[in-house]
């Protein structure tokens, strides 16, 4: 990657933002819209967390990793304290890569 195309890319992604401030101005989104922007962070996390659960490189894996984001979910689903989540999660996935 040369310093080019990261500067290119970098104008890029201020031209989107700032292309947003100029459309909208000083309004604001209609309701049914802020609802919706608000749950994008977590739907970009979970689709990351997924793609790096069932893949490795180019392939779909069943692996350990599935099951310990099984029981990580099922934790929190519980209502489980978030470092137990995550304690929970990366024990599974050790234990059953030992087996």
């Known amino acids: 990657m040369t310093w080019t195309l990261i500067i290119l890319l970098t104008l890029g992604a201020y031209a989107f933002k700032v292309t947003g401030l100029v459309f909208l101005g000083g309004r604001s989104l209609p309701p049914v819209f802020e609802r919706c922007l608000a749950l994008i962070p977590a739907a970009v996390v979970t689709a990351l967390v997924m793609k790096d659960t069932?893949?490795?490189?180019?392939?779909?894996?069943l692996d350990a990793r599935a099951l310990g984001i099984a029981v990580a979910g099922i934790a929190a689903w519980r209502k489980a304290p978030l470092i137990v989540v995550i304690v929970l999660g990366a024990a599974v996935t050790a234990l059953v890569r030992q087996i």
Do not use: D, P, R
């Not at 069932?54 to 894996?61: A, K, P, R, S």
């Open 54 to 61: 069932f893949t490795n490189g180019q392939e779909l894996v």
